[in-house]
């Protein structure tokens, strides 16, 4: 079946600075790579959808500049935190669905905590 | 209005007895809805997924789904305390376009107990 590999799987920061997450899907093109949060006991949502080749598009709230989204192949798109501070710690987790099916695969998820 | 609602819970249910999770969704041009499963600090996996009208069964998990009313739920027969999770109910408004996103339900977190 599809996977996306999703690292680093834990990381923690220092406040100030930047991380790095990315996302490669396996065995299939990902064309579009949705990047959701979730806070602790709560549910997953969606910040924002990278597209291949094109600009991200931002849910409402969400800083475009802090949460730098790059997606420039097929197979990787790349989520950056940019001057984290402690109330960015949070489970970031990718997503994406590949041609002609109808369902999502997701990756393993990125534990952020800014210290 | 929250476009997925669901029970935060949590449900108890005995072991072995059924677990019945509900979701209703205000969007009415949803196309396909999903159950995931989630255990702490994992990701989502994926038990089921349903599109039209009526039940949909796979193994000791069916779905129900139910348009006209805007609610799909999951049943887990012969509940297992491995079943102990967070239940998230997902629409999309896309059977099969891969830049239709997906919403999620708040959760339900399901406790099977001894």
């Known amino acids: 079946g599809a996977v996306v590999s999703q690292h680093p799987s834990r990381v923690i920061c220092k406040s100030g600075t930047s991380v790095k997450i990315e996302c490669r899907s396996l065995?299939?093109?990902?064309?579009?790579m949705f990047w959701y949060r979730q806070f602790p006991k709560k549910s997953l949502m969606l910040m924002a959808t990278?597209?291949?080749?094109?600009?991200?598009?931002?849910e409402q709230g969400v800083e475009k500049d802090k949460f730098l989204i790059n997606h420039a192949s097929l197979t990787l798109s790349t989520l950056t935190v940019t001057s984290a501070h402690p109330e960015d710690s949070s489970f970031y987790i990718c997503?994406?669905?590949?041609?002609?099916?109808?369902?999502?695969?997701f990756g393993s998820g990125t534990r952020l905590t800014v210290v | 209005q929250k476009e997925v609602e669901q029970n935060s819970g949590p449900l108890s249910v005995p072991e072995g007895a059924i677990a019945s999770l509900n979701c209703t969704y205000s969007?009415?041009?949803?196309?396909?809805f999903f159950w995931y499963r989630q255990y702490s600090g994992k990701s989502p996996e994926l038990i089921m997924f349903?599109?039209?009208?009526g039940d949909k069964e796979d193994g000791r998990f069916t779905a129900q789904l139910n348009k006209a009313s805007q609610y799909v739920s999951l049943l887990i027969r012969d509940s297992q305390p491995s079943d102990s999770a967070t239940y998230l109910c997902?629409?999309?408004?896309?059977?099969?376009?891969?830049?239709?996103?997906?919403?999620f339900g708040t959760g339900t977190r399901l406790q099977v107990t001894l």
């Open positions: 969007d009415r041009g949803s196309q396909s």
């Open positions: 065995d299939f093109q990902a064309t579009t």
């Open positions: 349903i599109y039209s009208n």
């Open positions: 997503s994406a669905r590949w041609q002609g099916s109808y369902g999502y695969t």
């Open positions: 990278s597209n291949e080749g094109s600009k991200a598009t931002y």
């Open positions: 997902a629409v999309t408004l896309s059977h099969t376009g891969t830049a239709s996103k997906l919403t």
